[in-house]
């Protein structure tokens, strides 16, 4: 679906082409004065000084050719050289009609659309989440719902962390509670029980009680470094635990994702790829890549033109243990050999203090020829603190859990419906739940997104669960008077009908829905979903001025409030449609 800026920008483009100048220079974007225009072109400064002519000149020449093109009803020359664009009535109507009835709500399909895998979530078997695998979550589904969207293919993986000193800690403190579990038998052959031997709760008792005490005393860390080299060697006993680790852990963590509405297609984890270690240790050695280095096995990154220091590589230790570098060169090869489609990009949304992990790792995995460096991206964002300017802790001072994270926020939801909402009387408490659920939902992912990715936010509950300013709550209030106006209407037997544009509020409010397709397009090329949440916040402001002008229930010409639901379900749809990327769910009444 063109929008209007697109439209606009070829039939300038064909201006300039017409007059021999590049067609770059038809470039064009929404008014800076909407009271003197919809949409402006600035080109004939840069074309007339390329072409050593006068800028007014050559705009005075090129605006009576662009008048009556297409939506276009006048141009106007301003200032030094300015084409001042205003669009059709009509062309606004037609806008609009599209939005209501098109799939993508106005939006179109990318051109560069491509095979993606998105590696994000990053949650750790065990050890309690932070809030950086808050944000990778929020950002990284949002990617994913807004990727698919434009037509990428995307498989999203959540990389489970599962093969790393907690692992050890894990079996070495069970070992030490129930030291007669059969998993601890070397001797034993199996089969191993199928019903796990811990729960939730002991896997987030046991982690923290071995962490200090590994901590406090380096025998017992060496015990737990002991225990993971030979789980990554195969102990059977201890692989079986692993399996069972990761499926209680994974069940939990699904209970938790699922209320922020972040869900991945594939659940790997850093095991999973265990057997394709040998084949990448081989890669790398065959092609004289890797060096022995005190023990261990190594591949040094450094370039020419580096103006930092890239410490080399480690693909073994010198136990011969694996760690995090090799777990990811090796999940590149698992994806390249084994996804369908084949990836062409991974994008990685992680941590930015990760960068320089990353940095190695899709070097490696460039030099040695198994994935090309450019098409691998670390996606980073900043972190969330708390009002001492710290990453967020609890008040004990501890990490946040996801699930403690998830809790606060419907806690404070439940109050705010409290005391500013006014719930329908016959509201029943499943729905009201419901209702809660998603306020606090849409606080958090919206509080999260609407940040530039990169920077650090204060993490302020109250704030982000308010109904006024620009948080998620408030849209989705937006959204909800939109639905609740529009079933009023159909209940006293209006619907909707023609759309004719006539005020100025009816205008902006149509040209802010005409941004949607450019504000998708771009949030997916920089991947910065702070660019659709501005969208969706400047839409939902501009319905309430035109709300505010045009009472609809109170109008009493019938084609008029016809023309006025219609858009309602205009905006209704691409609303809903960009609150659906950004993860958030609107509910029906509130
Ligand atoms: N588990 C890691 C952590 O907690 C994040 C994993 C990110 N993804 C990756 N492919 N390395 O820091």
Redesign the pocket.
């Given at each position: 679906m063109t929008d209007l800026t697109s439209a606009l920008t070829k039939a300038c483009a064909d201006a300039f082409e017409a007059l021999g100048l590049e067609r770059r220079w038809g470039a064009v974007r929404r008014s800076d004065r909407p009271d003197l225009a919809d949409f402006q072109c600035n080109g004939c400064m840069g074309a007339a000084k390329s072409a050593g002519r006068n800028p007014r000149e050559l705009a005075a020449e090129i605006a009576p050719k662009l008048a009556g093109a297409g939506p276009i009803q006048s141009v106007d020359v301003a200032g030094p050289g300015f084409l001042n664009i205003r669009v059709t009535d009509d062309a606004l109507a037609g806008r609009a009609e599209d939005v209501r009835t098109d799939e993508l709500r106005g939006a179109a399909k990318a051109d560069d659309a491509e095979a993606v895998v998105i590696?994000f979530g990053?949650p750790?078997v065990a050890k309690p989440m932070h809030v950086g695998?808050i944000r990778s979550a929020v950002i990284g589904d949002t990617l994913q719902r807004l990727m698919r969207f434009l037509g990428d293919e995307v498989t999203s993986d959540a990389?489970l962390?599962d093969w790393g000193l907690q692992m050890g800690h894990l079996v070495t403190e069970l070992e030490d509670e129930q030291p007669d579990l059969v998993y601890f038998d070397a001797a034993f052959e199996g089969p191993y029980p199928v019903e796990a031997p811990v729960t939730i709760e002991d896997l987030g008792r046991l982690y923290p009680q071995a962490s200090a005490k590994a901590k406090a005393d380096p025998e017992r860390n060496e015990r737990s470094q002991k225990a993971v080299a030979e789980l990554q060697a195969g102990r059977p006993g201890y692989r079986a635990l692993l399996s069972h680790f990761i499926n209680v852990s994974v069940a939990a963590l699904k209970i938790d994702y699922a209320f922020l509405n972040v869900s991945f297609d594939l659940w790997k984890g850093e095991s999973d790829v265990d057997a394709l270690i040998p084949d990448v240790i081989a890669d790398f050695k065959t092609q004289g890549l890797a060096e022995e280095d005190g023990g261990a096995l190594i591949v040094r990154l450094e370039r020419e033109s580096d103006k930092k220091d890239i410490p080399p590589l480690m693909l073994l230790n010198s136990r011969g243990g694996t760690g995090y570098h090799t777990t990811?060169l090796a999940?590149i090869l698992d994806r390249v050999r084994n996804l369908d489609p084949k990836p062409s990009r991974m994008i990685?949304v992680?941590d930015q203090r990760?960068a320089l992990h990353f940095e190695q790792v899709y070097r490696a995995a460039g030099m040695a020829g198994m994935f090309p460096e450019d098409k691998l991206e670390h996606i980073g964002f900043g972190t969330v603190n708390g009002p001492d300017g710290k990453p967020f802790k609890t008040r004990e001072g501890g990490v946040l859990r996801l699930s403690d994270l998830n809790a606060m926020a419907l806690a404070e939801a439940e109050k705010k419906i409290a005391d500013a909402a006014k719930l329908p009387e016959d509201m029943g408490d499943a729905e009201r739940a419901d209702v809660a659920r998603k306020v606090a939902v849409a606080a958090l992912r919206f509080s999260d997104l609407q940040n530039m990715r990169t920077t650090n936010y204060v993490f302020d509950l109250d704030r982000f669960t308010s109904f006024e300013g620009k948080t998620g709550p408030y849209l989705l209030y937006a959204a909800v008077r939109i639905k609740s106006l529009l079933r009023r209407a159909t209940d006293e037997g209006h619907s909707a009908g023609d759309l004719a544009i006539e005020s100025d509020a009816e205008r902006a409010l149509v040209l802010a829905m005409d941004g949607f397709g450019a504000a998708c397009l771009s949030a997916r090329e920089k991947r910065t979903p702070h660019i659709l949440c501005e969208h969706v916040y400047g839409l939902a402001q501009a319905f309430s001025a035109f709300y505010g002008a045009h009472p609809i229930a109170a109008e009493k010409d019938e084609a008029k409030r016809a023309s006025r639901l219609a858009l309602c379900e205009a905006v209704l749809g691409q609303l809903e449609c960009g609150l659906g990327l950004l993860g958030i769910e609107t509910p029906e009444r509130m």
């Open positions: 590696d990053g750790n695998h990389h962390g990811d999940t990685y992680v990760q």
